[in-house]
């Protein structure tokens, strides 16, 4: 019959149809999966490239010192923290993007009644009204409970999280700040109330950089690309991918003098194609240290604390120790470190900071030094004046990082780090950016907030004083770790 015929063939051409539409619809699916991995669009870049950035570039020292700590006159004070952020928002005309482990600017709690914390609840304002001054505004933070981020969400800013549970079950401890894709901030110093009053921090400011800038942008929108994820793309858009590294350092000008920088990051899963590790940037700096390495961390610990299906592990974690140790013994180089003592205070740090002093028995040219800055307790157990500081100084290069020098922090939890080198032929009489550090840290060390370990020297009745000491600081701070 020539109508079942025709019925046939339509039926036919139907099952051919849904069947095209069928692969239509897979490739469509694929397409969409790849290009949600690949994240082509990536974050605008308002066309700025490495080839025409700019490289004439200002540094400045930003501080905080609390109130209450009174060093020698005669050191230099440098522009203080909350100054300095207060004027990289008057330059801001287009964005701001901020990275901050935590945000308690406008804490209420006991501390912050107690002391002056206008200065953060300032910042805080002056953060929200960037809307009527159209910058806009982009925060990245993994805490998806915080009260202020709400705040800030609801009334302004676009807020990313970051589950770093699901990725590396540690935490996102990065604090920096790109404004306009052209002035940075890194140091230590968080969106926090205190930071601004009762802790010790520091970091640097660097105007008019859109090398850099475009670096720190790229780290920046890596985890703004993180929002929703619980893994970590194997395929990235080059949006985020490194421009500078340790291999390939960019060549700038600061303050007139040259100098070499790159940016790094932690953990390693974070490390993009090409991006330098943390831990990469520190091995360098030690490297090229020639006559000493100031260190200046608020914890110090080479293990790696991980629990495995419930249980601890503890493992011994010594990059960072070996090259210390190779720097002093072998190349001679004085390496000084300044450490917290505080009721965070690892009791093992006094073990390994004695062993690594110890190394330098008998030998006239190699010197480890290592010495404690003591934190106050004050009303309520609440902590002041702790040296957040994490900066390393040589005596040509800085870096300045997120993370404590702790094993577990550089393994799990994600910060960024900043080195800058100076060419060897500097001009003399030149005050720059290393010389800055070197005499922060200097003034720090020979401050009387700190309390040195053991004394250089090993006469027998100096090394029993020392063990003494030893004992009282260690009790001190097990009793207070058990508080
Ligand atoms: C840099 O170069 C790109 C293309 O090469 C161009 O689109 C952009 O406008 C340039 N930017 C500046 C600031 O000159
Ligand atoms: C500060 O410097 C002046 C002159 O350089 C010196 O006389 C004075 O002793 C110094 N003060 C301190 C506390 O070191
Ligand atoms: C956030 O708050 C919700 C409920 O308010 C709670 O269930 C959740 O555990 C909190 N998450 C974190 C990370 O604190
Ligand atoms: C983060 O990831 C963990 C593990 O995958 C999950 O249990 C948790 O609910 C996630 N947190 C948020 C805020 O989505
Ligand atoms: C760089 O110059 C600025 C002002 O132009 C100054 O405030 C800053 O202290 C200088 N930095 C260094 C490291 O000399």
Not at 396 to 405: E, K, P, S, T, V
Request: positive net charge; aromatic residues 10%; hydrophobic residues 40%.
């Amino acid at each position: 019959m020539p109508g079942s015929a025709t019925q046939e063939n339509t039926m036919k051409s139907q099952q051919k149809c849904i069947a095209v539409f069928a692969l239509v619809c897979c490739f469509a699916v694929l397409v969409a999966l790849i290009f949600s991995a690949v994240d082509v669009w990536g974050e605008d870049e308002d066309g700025v490239t490495e080839e025409n950035c700019s490289k004439n570039c200002r540094i400045v020292l930003v501080e905080n010192i609390p109130g209450e700590l009174s060093f020698n006159p005669n050191s230099s004070a440098h522009l203080p923290l909350a100054m300095g952020l207060n004027h990289l928002l008057d330059q801001a005309k287009r964005s701001v993007e901020i990275v901050s482990p935590y945000w308690t600017l406008t804490s209420t709690d006991q501390g912050s009644r107690l002391y002056s914390s206008y200065q953060g609840q300032y910042l805080f304002q002056r953060l929200l009204s960037l809307k009527s001054r159209g910058v806009k505004l982009k925060i990245v933070s993994d805490q998806p409970n915080s009260t202020e981020l709400k705040s800030m969400s609801d009334r302004y800013a676009e807020v990313h999280y970051v589950n770093m549970t699901a990725l590396t079950r540690g935490r996102l401890l990065s604090s920096f700040w790109v404004v306009d894709r052209k002035h940075v901030y890194i140091g230590s110093a968080g969106m926090n109330w205190k930071v601004f009053s009762k802790l010790k921090e520091l970091g640097v400011i660097v105007y008019d950089c859109s090398c850099l800038a475009l670096d720190l942008h790229r780290i920046f929108s890596f985890y703004w690309q993180l929002q929703y994820r619980d893994y970590i793309p194997s395929i990235w858009s080059k949006r985020v991918t490194a421009v500078f590294s340790r291999d390939k350092p960019l060549q700038l000008r600061l303050n007139n003098t040259d100098a070499s920088a790159f940016v790094s990051t932690s953990p390693e899963l974070f490390c993009p194609k090409g991006r330098s590790r943390d831990l990469d940037a520190i091995r360098h700096v030690i490297r090229e240290a020639k006559r000493f390495i100031y260190i200046s961390v608020t914890d110090y610990l080479p293990l790696v604390n991980r629990s495995f299906r419930g249980t601890p592990i503890v493992r011994y974690w010594s990059p960072i120790d070996e090259m210390l140790r190779e720097a002093a013994v072998l190349r001679e180089v004085k390496v000084r470190l300044l450490i917290s003592l505080w009721t965070h205070t690892h009791p093992l740090t006094f073990n390994f900071m004695t062993s690594m002093q110890a190394l330098c028995t008998g030998l006239p040219f190699c010197s480890i030094e290592a010495r404690f800055y003591r934190a106050k307790e004050q009303i309520g157990g609440f902590q002041h004046r702790i040296n957040k500081n994490k900066f390393m100084v040589t005596d040509n290069a800085i870096y300045i990082g997120n993370l404590d020098w702790v094993g577990s922090e550089l393994a799990f939890n994600a910060g960024a780090g900043l080195v800058i080198q100076e060419s060897e032929n500097q001009q003399e009489g030149q005050d720059s950016i290393v010389e800055q550090l070197t005499a922060a840290f200097e003034r720090d060390w020979f401050s009387p907030y700190t309390i040195s370990l053991l004394s250089g020297s090993t006469t027998p009745q100096e090394s029993q004083h020392g063990r003494q000491k030893l004992q009282s600081l260690k009790t001190k701070a097990e009793s207070r770790e058990h508080e």
